[in-house]
């Protein structure tokens, strides 16, 4: 997942894949691969074409691996991390919405499934492990 949804994944994958097809965009001209890579939030903020298609390729492979975890672990609750928790709240919705929608659950888990977005960065999977370990205890 590091190699997609984060920020080095931007700034080493796909950032330069999607630059070789919009190579008159901004972000081209920047002063360097990292700070490119740090503005494509601010734009993905606006509206622009080629960060929404390099947050859409982010919020893909998340539900891919979402997909694959409801297979073998069913979950009641995703969380998501990291700097988009910090974007603008219709950015923050559009994205968790599209993570939602390539999530692809059995009938039965999409009725229990919690999407959210975890605040502190960093913490998404040790939220995830306190709530399995709540619903070990309350199911004995």
Do not use: C
């Amino acid at each position: 997942m590091e190699s997609v949804a984060s920020l080095t994944g931007i700034m080493n994958n796909l950032l330069p894949y999607w630059l070789r097809r919009y190579p008159d965009h901004d972000l081209a001209n920047a002063e360097s691969p990292a700070l490119a890579a740090k503005l494509v939030r601010a734009y993905g903020e606006k509206g622009d074409e080629l960060a929404l298609k390099i947050f859409e390729q982010q919020a893909m492979a998340l539900g891919r691996l979402f997909t694959i975890g409801a297979n073998f672990t069913d979950p009641s609750a995703y969380f998501i991390g990291g700097g988009v928790v910090e974007a603008a709240p219709d950015f923050r919705d559009w994205f968790l919405a599209k993570i939602r929608e390539h999530t692809h659950l059995r009938e039965e888990q999409a009725a229990l499934a919690h999407f959210a977005l975890v605040p502190d960065r960093d913490m998404a999977g040790a939220r995830g492990a306190a709530i399995a370990a709540f619903e070990g205890v309350i199911r004995g």
